[in-house]
């Protein structure tokens, strides 16, 4: 028992752990983290996550969620986003998604940490944060699976990209639109020049 409970002085409330983090503090890492989930002391979150349940006045608090991905990913160079995050835009994107979206350079799929299902995407290339200028394209480039009215949008995107700082856009579109982000954005570039003249 006394095994048991140098193991748990380890533990601080709130952290998401790797079983081979945990290992390193157990010569029977298996057997000590069943007993330790069976008693609520940890939480499995998923093959080889554990959390330790932060208590707050409002019950048991989850991990959070950069956390999980920064655990699961064991990387700190990641962007989590959700559809959701569209709606800032005000471009008629009004739908409510339960979907969290990782932009990171190793994992690919989708993951269930916590109860909740990441998607993750392999990409080359992510800003560190959602701007919106990010964000107006990365709209573009999901726009076939989300849930919208897409001419509406569309044409709405058209004139919000109008109203943003151009090297900002340009940037964003350069580094992160797909194909049809840089269709539907690039024209914009050069009718600004011409207002230029």
């Known amino acids: 028992m006394a095994r048991?409970?140098?193991?748990?002085s380890h533990l601080k409330a709130g952290k998401v752990y790797r079983r081979s983090e945990l290992a390193r503090w157990s010569n029977a890492v298996d057997r000590q983290l069943s007993l330790l989930v069976k008693?609520?002391?940890?939480?499995?979150?998923?093959?080889?996550?554990?959390?330790?349940?932060?208590?707050?006045?409002?019950?048991?608090?989850?991990?959070?969620?950069?956390?999980?991905?920064?655990?699961?990913?064991?990387?700190?160079?990641?962007?989590?986003t959700s559809p959701n995050a569209y709606n800032s835009l005000g471009v008629g994107t009004t739908q409510l998604y339960n979907k969290r979206v990782v932009y990171?350079?190793?994992?690919?799929?989708?993951?269930?940490?916590?109860?909740?299902?990441?998607?993750?995407?392999?990409?080359h290339r992510f800003p560190k944060e959602a701007t919106p200028e990010f964000l107006l394209v990365d709209l573009v480039n999901n726009l076939g699976s989300l849930a919208e009215d897409r001419e509406y949008v569309l044409s709405n995107v058209v004139a919000k990209a109008r109203t943003m700082p151009l090297p900002k856009l340009k940037r964003a579109v350069l580094n992160y639109g797909n194909t049809k982000a840089k269709a539907l954005l690039t024209p914009l570039f050069t009718e600004n020049n011409e207002h230029a003249h």
Do not use: C, I
């Not at 048991?4 to 748990?8: I, S, W």
């Open 4 to 8: 048991l409970d140098e193991f748990k």
């Open 39 to 80: 008693d609520g002391t940890l939480e499995k979150l998923s093959q080889g996550m554990y959390y330790v349940p932060k208590k707050t006045v409002f019950g048991v608090a989850p991990p959070d969620e950069e956390t999980l991905v920064r655990t699961f990913l064991k990387d700190d160079d990641f962007l989590l």
């Open 104 to 123: 990171n350079h190793k994992r690919h799929g989708e993951f269930v940490l916590g109860g909740k299902k990441f998607f993750f995407h392999a990409k």
